[in-house]
């Protein structure tokens, strides 16, 4: 069969781009956060995040401040999908939201598999996530070596990754719960959704001013207050209509895409990145939560990523696209594999007050994400040419 060129819009190709250039800055950002934790300054630069600013530590601000404007990008992207992209059309829909189910199923399967009623139970969600950012700027490195639809394929994976990501943040990472405030921030999300469909206000500054008080009652309620980002992302006016410069959600998209990029996220990497390779590093590396989380996403990611995509074409829920192979979607679930950012983030929540197990954990993370960018990037070098 001829290959089938995919149009990729503006808005997507915009997006795209704008990963790879952050995925540099990330990348530096954490390889200086691993050196300044290894220096003879380590204990004060890991420390430093601890002060406290306006009642919060530095590194509160930014893990549920800064990473809450990440997870509105994250937010606004997945509805572009929704509204006018790859899972706006249910059938088209199914093969990457499929795959990406095996991506989170199979990889938490084998945490919990070892770490069954242990205390690292908890980081059963760290091998469920995809950083977006990683994952296409190694893509992107394949230039049109690789078909166009493998990378929408790959956002859809990531994105969908994160959803799910995002709601076991909100189900099994919630502290103490304040019905009241959770209350009020569910009131602000009505009313803003009333403004949306009800008096078709289109303007962005009131989503954003009332966004910003959901966060604070969010914060306040015991949820994560990173929700707040995705809740308000749906929330504000969206077309139907690809690249719509009208569009509420598109415009602000636009803006944020830089300033998350090449901003937030090499600021959350600084914060977070600082990993002490301790020596017994190469021991804690065969623990039952590291090895969890290493096997999870480095085995977990591409093998549940191919046999749900695989089972799903198989029973006629979805088809395989024209210009995709099954080689294709291996290498895009093997990229999927890198988890950094959003595996980091799952750390922080699901093993606070324990250091040295989050250290643990982030050491797996950078060694897995590794081991994944580097099997999926040499897997589509050599295998990735478009399908015939």
């Not at 249910?90 to 069954?116: E, Q, R, Y």
């Not at 929700?227 to 969206?238: D, E, K, M, N, T």
């Not at 995709?324 to 606070?352: D, E, K, Y």
């Not at 797996?364 to 994400?369: C, D, G, N, T, V």
């Given at each position: 069969?001829?290959?089938?060129?995919?149009?990729?819009?503006?808005?997507f190709?915009?997006?795209?781009?704008?990963?790879?250039?952050?995925?540099?800055?990330?990348t530096?950002?954490a390889?200086?956060?691993?050196?300044l934790?290894?220096s003879?300054?380590?204990?004060?630069?890991?420390?430093?995040?601890?002060?406290?600013?306006?009642?919060?530590?530095?590194?509160?601000?930014?893990?549920?401040?800064?990473?809450?404007?990440?997870?509105?990008?994250?937010?606004?992207?997945?509805?572009?999908?929704?509204?006018?992209?790859?899972?706006?059309?249910?059938?088209?829909?199914?093969?990457?939201?499929?795959?990406?189910?095996?991506?989170?199923?199979?990889?938490?399967?084998?945490?919990?598999?070892?770490?069954?009623?242990?205390?690292?139970?908890?980081?059963?969600?760290?091998?469920?996530?995809?950083?977006?950012?990683?994952?296409?700027?190694?893509?992107?490195?394949?230039?049109?070596?690789?078909?166009?639809?493998l990378?929408?394929?790959?956002?859809?994976?990531?994105?969908?990754?994160?959803l799910?990501?995002?709601?076991?943040i909100?189900?099994?990472?919630?502290?103490?719960?304040?019905?009241?405030?959770?209350?009020?921030?569910?009131l602000?999300?009505?009313?803003?959704?009333?403004?949306?469909?009800?008096?078709?206000?289109?303007?962005?500054?009131?989503?954003?001013?009332?966004?910003?008080?959901?966060?604070?009652?969010?914060?306040?309620?015991?949820?994560?207050?990173t929700?707040?980002?995705?809740?308000?992302?749906?929330?504000?006016?969206?077309?139907?209509?690809?690249?719509?410069?009208?569009?509420?959600?598109?415009?602000?998209?636009?803006?944020?895409?830089?300033?998350?990029?090449?901003?937030?996220?090499?600021?959350?990497?600084?914060?977070?990145?600082?990993?002490?390779?301790?020596?017994?590093?190469?021991?804690?590396?065969?623990?039952?939560?590291?090895?969890?989380?290493?096997?999870?996403?480095?085995?977990?990611?591409?093998?549940?990523?191919?046999?749900?995509?695989?089972?799903?074409?198989?029973?006629?829920?979805?088809?395989?696209?024209?210009?995709?192979?099954?080689?294709?979607?291996?290498?895009?679930?093997?990229?999927?594999?890198?988890?950094?950012?959003?595996?980091?983030?799952?750390t922080?929540?699901?093993?606070?007050?324990?250091?040295?197990?989050?250290?643990?954990?982030k050491?797996a993370?950078?060694?897995?994400?590794?081991?994944?960018?580097?099997?999926?990037?040499?897997w589509?070098?050599?295998?990735?040419?478009?399908?015939?």
């Amino acid at each position: 069969m001829a290959q089938v060129e995919i149009p990729l819009s503006n808005t997507f190709q915009q997006f795209f781009q704008s990963e790879r250039a952050g995925s540099v800055l990330l990348t530096a950002f954490a390889l200086l956060a691993l050196a300044l934790a290894n220096s003879p300054i380590g204990n004060e630069f890991v420390g430093f995040w601890q002060n406290v600013v306006a009642g919060l530590s530095l590194a509160y601000w930014v893990n549920d401040g800064l990473m809450a404007i990440f997870f509105l990008l994250v937010g606004l992207e997945l509805k572009r999908e929704l509204v006018s992209g790859e899972l706006s059309n249910l059938k088209k829909a199914l093969f990457p939201v499929l795959a990406a189910a095996g991506g989170v199923l199979i990889p938490a399967s084998i945490h919990f598999a070892l770490n069954a009623g242990t205390p690292t139970q908890a980081g059963i969600g760290i091998p469920m996530a995809t950083d977006i950012v990683f994952a296409l700027a190694a893509l992107s490195l394949l230039g049109k070596s690789v078909p166009a639809s493998l990378k929408v394929f790959l956002v859809a994976v990531a994105v969908v990754d994160d959803l799910v990501a995002i709601i076991v943040i909100a189900v099994f990472y919630t502290s103490q719960l304040s019905l009241t405030f959770l209350g009020l921030a569910l009131l602000l999300l009505i009313a803003m959704f009333v403004m949306n469909r009800l008096f078709k206000i289109v303007t962005l500054v009131p989503y954003l001013l009332l966004g910003v008080l959901m966060w604070f009652f969010m914060l306040k309620s015991g949820v994560h207050a990173t929700l707040a980002g995705v809740l308000l992302a749906f929330a504000i006016p969206a077309s139907k209509v690809v690249d719509d410069a009208d569009s509420p959600s598109e415009v602000l998209e636009h803006a944020l895409h830089k300033p998350v990029t090449l901003l937030i996220l090499p600021i959350f990497a600084f914060v977070n990145a600082g990993v002490i390779v301790g020596a017994g590093w190469a021991e804690s590396l065969m623990s039952s939560n590291s090895m969890g989380i290493i096997l999870g996403l480095v085995v977990g990611k591409p093998i549940g990523v191919t046999l749900f995509a695989f089972v799903a074409v198989a029973l006629g829920l979805c088809r395989l696209p024209n210009d995709l192979a099954w080689r294709h979607v291996f290498g895009a679930g093997a990229l999927a594999g890198i988890g950094f950012t959003m595996s980091i983030f799952i750390t922080n929540l699901a093993f606070v007050g324990a250091g040295d197990l989050v250290n643990d954990s982030k050491m797996a993370i950078l060694i897995a994400s590794v081991l994944s960018g580097l099997i999926g990037f040499t897997w589509l070098k050599l295998r990735g040419s478009p399908a015939n």
